[in-house]
């Protein structure tokens, strides 16, 4: 499983650095709104957390569709299929490459969007925290519109659609929870610990339910 | 398979070759230009006297503003680039285009956090969504998405169309990001760094900027050359693997006979 | 030295003299490893001009 | 080591495209499945290989004294199908290494199993950069990296010249020899002594 773990990551820096693609994503994501919204300092500073995550989110989204139907593409995914360990844990383990090649540089080039929008030091803090106990769950959820799509010549788009409803529970506890540090009556921890528990639960419940995708979609 | 698509009548060696000849000679004349441009700026700007209204941080538009002209600079390299292989299918212009990329980009990343520098003591924050920054930000996302547009095909040769063709089609987008000041509105406008570019600057100013600006200039040239000697050994080193693969496989059945 | 300001103007010296001698240092870099490969190419018997045949 | 395949019956959208196929293979012997195009050739080895759920019938994998052996007959199988199974923007060694440690049990070392398919000289050079001869006798050599009781190729020899062809056959012959199980959809004569044929027939 390290050999896949590491085969994942070199394919992700060869194939034109997916590592790059999802930040710069994330950048321009997040340089689009002050021109929708208006260079408003104070406005800018307040939608930050929102901003963040929802450019963390379709960035997290970049390259899901690759995630089993490249494999398909190149015959490897029979081979994948057929070996003894658990096609979940298989799963599991390139749904954590996607994460650390694509959500774990967004949380680390968070600090300086986050100046960028005017957000306090506490809550850059807070957003990084909470992007990564969330973005997890997006790949982890994404494991499983990629299995479903992995016959499907533009999955893509269908992806998206899929899997966007089904993360914005992520989206709202994580948002909340960056609320509550930021500001006094609303709690950080319950929130914070949502997110924690909804990373967890897809976890285990994404993998399980794209292997049995996977196993079924087989021709 | 894939090699089938270089075609050696277009990569003819002898302008590379002939290229590689001029840089090897022309690249340490560009260092020593390099260093004693810089040293002079480099001395003008520090006996330069405070600035009335900024202090000392006006030190630091000796090194931002360059930073900033060559951001623009390298870009309009990169366009004649595109341009030489959009019409003559130039393979060094390809060469060029790719080495300029990530020299643009460092150049931009600098103007950008030298003026980050420069604003928080000026302007208390550390980033502002005035026209112009977001102007320069824009050309960062530009430069990255051409960086890695030329590393996302398995096969260079083939990178260089549609990275021409997205330079140019970028390089449209530049005056567009320009008259921006006018267009977007933005509330730091009079404030902005555009103050430093009105004429009006002292000559106690405008030397050391400008050889400066020259010393930038020639790091670019030195850099750029250096980078397109390393991308055509690149190349090289890639048709030679090539073809000892398929060179090797031919011999094969001598070895298997035995 | 500088004024109250050192601590704005110093580092943007900093980074920018990291950022380009960094960036030609890796250019270098680079330039003598393409070197070494080509060598090793060569002395394996590898001829440049891929001869079409 | 026996391998029983019976009543095998396979169907794709509704579709029955393979119905009733049986046979039995013991250790060192080979079945060559012949056909039509699109006489179920290629699904009868997936069906066999656990890569499509059987619409009827078994397959089993029985060891000498008669008794089945752990787990699913597809954790003993090699498959190789049409495509190659390799990413192109890894090398050579890269793709071999990811298969050899994925898959387990290793067999024969990287740089041997290239040395048997003449592909030394290849170890460090990109996928990409072979030719497509060269790149299915690189996922033949994965074959050889790890070591499977039952391997199951579909047109193994295509893109391969005579001469690859013949090294193919020679390996087959060797694994049937050390006492394996081969399934080969090919029109190649293995030439393996315990051969047996299969012809599948297109229904409708």
């Known amino acids: 499983m390290t050999a896949l773990l590491k085969r994942e990551i070199l394919l992700s820096i060869r194939a034109g650095g997916s590592a790059l693609t999802g930040v710069l994503f994330f950048l321009a994501v997040v340089s689009v709104f002050p021109f929708a919204v208006g260079p408003d300092t104070k406005l800018l500073s307040h939608l930050a957390p929102a901003i963040l995550w929802i450019g963390a989110l379709l960035a997290s989204l970049l390259g899901l569709d690759r995630l089993f139907a490249q494999e398909r593409e190149d015959g490897s995914l029979d081979m994948l ?139 | 398979m894939s090699s089938e698509t270089i075609k050696p009548s277009i990569w003819a060696f002898a302008n590379p070759t002939r290229f590689m000849g001029f840089a090897n000679k022309a690249i340490p004349v560009l260092v020593i230009i390099t260093f004693l441009l810089l040293a002079v700026g480099l001395w003008l700007s520090f006996i330069a006297p405070e600035d009335y209204q900024q202090g000392y941080t006006v030190l630091i538009m000796f090194i931002h503003v360059p930073a900033a002209w060559l951001a623009m600079m ?185 | 030295m500088f004024g109250e300001h050192a601590g704005f103007i110093i580092p943007s010296y900093i980074i920018s003299f990291c950022a380009i001698s960094g960036m030609a240092i890796f250019i270098m870099a680079q330039y003598k490893s393409r070197k070494q490969e080509l060598k090793r190419l060569e002395e394996a018997g590898v001829k440049r001009r891929a001869s079409n045949d | 080591m026996k391998l029983i395949i019976e009543n095998l019956s396979l169907s794709r959208a509704g579709q029955e495209i393979v119905t009733d196929i049986s046979f039995e293979l013991s250790a060192g012997e080979a079945l060559i499945v012949t056909g039509e195009n699109g006489s179920g050739k290629s699904t009868t080895l997936r069906g066999v290989a656990g890569l499509l759920p059987l619409s009827g019938g078994s397959v089993t994998l029985l060891d000498e004294t008669g008794k089945q052996f752990e787990g699913e007959t597809r954790e003993y199988c090699h498959y190789l199908g049409h495509q190659n199974g390799m990413k192109p923007a890894l090398t050579v060694r890269e793709n071999l290494d990811f298969w050899q440690k994925f898959c387990g049990e290793p067999d024969l070392t990287i740089e041997q199993a290239l040395e048997e398919v003449d592909l030394a000289h290849t170890i460090d050079l990109p996928f990409s950069y072979l030719s497509a001869g060269m790149k299915r006798r690189v996922s033949i050599a994965r074959l050889l990296v790890s070591d499977r009781p039952i391997w199951i190729v579909d047109e193994p020899t295509a893109g391969l010249d005579a001469q690859s062809s013949k090294m193919f056959t020679n390996l087959c012959q060797t694994f049937c020899k050390g006492g394996g199980i081969l399934i080969a959809a090919t029109h190649l004569p293995l030439g393996i002594k315990t051969e047996k044929t299969l012809e599948i027939k297109a229904l409708r």
């Open chain 2, 74 to 258: 390298t870009y309009s390299v990169m366009s004649i680039s595109a341009i030489g292989t959009i019409v003559w299918r130039h393979p060094l212009a390809d060469v060029s285009l790719r080495s300029a990329a990530p020299l643009g980009a460092m150049f931009t990343i600098l103007a950008l956090a030298t003026g980050s520098l420069w604003g928080k003591p000026m302007w208390g924050t550390w980033w502002e969504w005035d026209a112009r920054m977001t102007s320069v930000l824009v050309l960062l996302i530009i430069y990255l998405g051409l960086i890695a547009l030329s590393k996302a095909f398995d096969e260079p040769s083939e990178a260089a169309l549609p990275l021409a063709v997205m330079t140019l089609t970028g390089f449209a987008i530049i005056p567009i990001i320009k008259f921006s000041v006018d267009w977007w509105n933005t509330l730091h406008q009079p404030a902005s760094v555009s103050r430093l570019d009105k004429p009006a600057m002292g000559p106690e100013f405008l030397y050391p900027l400008l050889i400066m600006a020259l010393a930038y200039m020639a790091i670019f040239f030195t850099l750029h050359m250096m980078a397109m000697r390393n991308e055509i050994l690149n190349r090289r080193i890639r048709t030679m693997k090539m073809s000892a693969a398929r060179k090797q496989s031919v011999t094969i059945p001598n070895e298997g006979a035995t």
């Open chain 1, 81 to 219: 299929v057929m070996q003894s360990h658990p096609l979940a844990l298989t799963i599991f383990v390139k749904a954590l490459a996607h994460w650390i090649m694509t959500g774990l540089p967004l949380v680390l080039a968070t600090p300086l969007f986050g100046v960028m929008l005017n957000l306090s030091p506490l809550g850059i803090g807070a957003t990084m925290i909470t992007l990564l106990a969330g973005t997890p769950a997006i790949s982890f959820i994404g494991a499983v519109g990629a299995a479903v799509s992995v016959k499907l010549p533009r999955g893509g788009m269908l992806i998206s659609v899929l899997v966007l409803p089904l993360v914005i529970p992520v989206l709202i506890f994580g948002v909340a929870a960056i609320t509550g540090a930021l500001e006094d009556p609303a709690p950080f921890t319950a929130p914070f610990l949502f997110v924690c528990a909804i990373t967890l639960f897809t976890s285990v419940l994404g993998p399980l339910a794209a292997s049995i995708m996977l196993r079924h979609s087989a021709d």
